[in-house]
């Protein structure tokens, strides 16, 4: 979607993609993405979400990208960080200790802003992507976290009932966006919370992602 879209949700405080709590599905199953204490997670697409202090507290290296400015300094003040704050191009980042946020638009973001990456983890970003613009968007991921493993966590619901985002991504989808790079296991499926579970009976979907050889 385009920026000024998402920059209206944030405004009017449309974000009920926020969850109150770190993502279950991520807490439950964060241990397939076998991550060491010190290595370094991608979170593309990451609003404010409780899930950035949960990985924190695992002891990794937490990097994320996410178009609101307000929400990136949120997270820094709920963890009582005082961040340093450059810019690079059109990104602003902003770090303290194991954080690094950038607030501008992922497709800006190149592999050198980054550096190296061990996993992706990515909760509500793909769904959050326009259906015409979710090849591009894989594409860019992967390149810029040179294809690393990667937890998926989306929804798959009958789009007729909802206007997304956030948009169905099947598994028949995700084996199409994914399958030339990576081995795709579905880890769980079950019943989505809030608004699009009593909507749309949809489901949320757990997927471990791991770069072919
Ligand atoms: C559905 S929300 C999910 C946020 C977060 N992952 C979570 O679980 O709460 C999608 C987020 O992506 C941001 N976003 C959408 N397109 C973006 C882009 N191209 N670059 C950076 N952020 C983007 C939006 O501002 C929004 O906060």
Redesign the pocket.
């Known amino acids: 979607?385009d920026?000024d879209f998402?920059?209206a949700?944030?405004r009017e405080n449309r974000?009920g993609?926020?969850?109150a709590a770190p993502?279950a599905l991520l807490v439950k199953h964060f241990s397939r993405l076998e991550l060491a204490a010190g290595q370094t997670v991608f979170?593309?697409?990451?609003?404010?979400?409780l899930?950035l202090d949960w990985l924190c507290g695992q002891g990794l290296r937490v990097t994320g990208?996410?178009?609101?400015q307000n929400?990136v300094e949120e997270v820094f003040a709920r963890q009582g960080l005082k961040p340093e704050v450059s810019h690079t191009g059109s990104l602003t980042r902003y770090q303290a200790g194991r954080l690094t946020l950038f607030a501008?638009?992922?497709?800006a973001l190149a592999a050198g802003h980054l550096g190296p990456v061990d996993a992706v983890y990515?909760?509500?970003?793909l769904?959050?992507?326009k259906p015409q613009d979710r090849a591009v968007y894989t594409a860019h991921l992967n390149q810029v976290t040179h294809t690393a493993k990667q937890m998926l966590i989306g929804f798959d619901y009958d789009q007729t009932l909802m206007e997304g985002?956030?948009f169905s991504v099947p598994g028949e989808t995700v084996r199409a966006l994914y399958r030339d790079t990576h081995a795709i296991t579905l880890i769980e499926e079950r019943a989505a919370d809030g608004r699009i579970g009593e909507r749309c009976n949809a489901l949320e979907q757990a997927w471990l992602l791991e770069p072919l050889p």
Do not use: S, T, Y
């Not at 979170?43 to 979400?49: M, Q, R, S």
């Not at 990515?122 to 970003?125: C, S, W």
């Open positions: 979607m920026q998402w920059q949700r944030w974000i993609f926020h969850e993502n979170v593309p697409l990451c609003g404010k979400a899930d990208i996410e178009f609101n929400a501008g638009d992922f497709f990515d909760r509500a970003a769904v959050a992507v985002p956030p």
